[in-house]
């Protein structure tokens, strides 16, 4: 599968962006999907994830630096999995990557970048004014 995650730009603290990662090569509507960020001179961090509850109902989950910012959000029929980022802060700043799993999520593990085989290419968010 390929991903392509795009939406990234220039923003001031405070703003709203709207990521967007889009699957290719097969249907991801019934597995788990991530976005994950790396800041620079820093480890790549783990942000939000969406796992699959049956039908076209998913859950979501965040890190604590973004919940109540974040939202993840899925479009199985546009096989794409959507963040949207408000009250952007500087240290929003990085590249964003979209992660997909073949399969569903293990709820406990949302959050290790081993659990994803598939990574797209990220998208780089600057916050800055």
């Known amino acids: 599968v390929q991903l392509q995650a795009s939406g990234g730009g220039l923003v001031q603290p405070g703003g709203s962006l709207r990521l967007s990662c889009v699957a290719s090569g097969r249907n991801l509507g019934s597995d788990g999907m991530a976005w994950f960020r790396q800041a620079p001179g820093k480890e790549r961090e783990y942000v939000a994830a969406?796992?699959?509850?049956?039908?076209?109902?998913?859950?979501?989950y965040y890190s604590n630096s973004v919940k109540g910012r974040f939202t993840v959000s899925r479009d199985a029929a546009r096989n794409t999995m959507y963040l949207q980022m408000n009250s952007l802060r500087p240290e929003d700043t990085a590249v964003y990557y979209c992660?997909?799993?073949?399969?569903?999520?293990?709820?406990?593990?949302?959050?290790?970048?081993?659990?994803?085989?598939?990574w797209g290419q990220g998208t780089l968010v600057t916050v800055s004014s």
């Open positions: 969406s796992r699959f509850l049956g039908g076209r109902a998913y859950t979501s």
């Open positions: 992660a997909a799993r073949s399969g569903n999520l293990i709820s406990s593990r949302v959050g290790d970048s081993e659990q994803y085989e598939s």
